[in-house]
């Protein structure tokens, strides 16, 4: 079992940043992709940022420029750095991990989600 701890997130003013943190701890053999999706009321939940684990990015064109996605290995946490934030930037913020761990059969894959984080930006 995997878990995913997310925290930094908070009430901010527009043009204002907030750096998001994602912790993963548990059993496993490697996190493949990490990434950060968001959900805001009455809205379908959308990627943010993903980032491969050999470092490759990729961001939703509503964030790009703004928001910059950065991982350490070693720790097994993912981070968004958030600049310039905006009003339509408010959301709950959720990580996500594909993780692959080692059973009898090979190897599986399996996607996890954290618990969520708020991020509020005032106008």
């Known amino acids: 079992q995997v878990q995913l701890v997310e925290s930094g997130g908070g009430l901010v003013q527009t043009g204002g940043s907030l750096r998001l943190s994602c912790a993963a701890s548990g059993s496993f053999f490697s996190i493949n992709v990490m990434g950060w999706y968001r959900q805001a009321p009455g809205k379908q939940r959308e990627m943010v940022a993903r980032?491969?684990?050999?470092?490759?990015?990729n961001y939703a064109g509503s964030v790009k420029g703004r928001f910059t996605i950065s991982r350490d290995n070693a720790k097994n946490t993912v981070y968004l750095q958030m600049n310039s934030l905006k009003p339509e930037d408010t959301a709950a913020y959720y990580c996500?991990?594909?993780?692959?761990?080692?059973?009898?059969?090979?190897?599986?894959?399996?996607?996890?989600w954290g618990q969520g984080t708020q991020v509020t930006v005032s106008s």
């Open positions: 980032i491969t684990s050999d470092g490759s990015t």
């Open positions: 996500n991990a594909e993780v692959t761990t080692l059973t009898i059969n090979g190897r599986d894959r399996t996607e996890y």
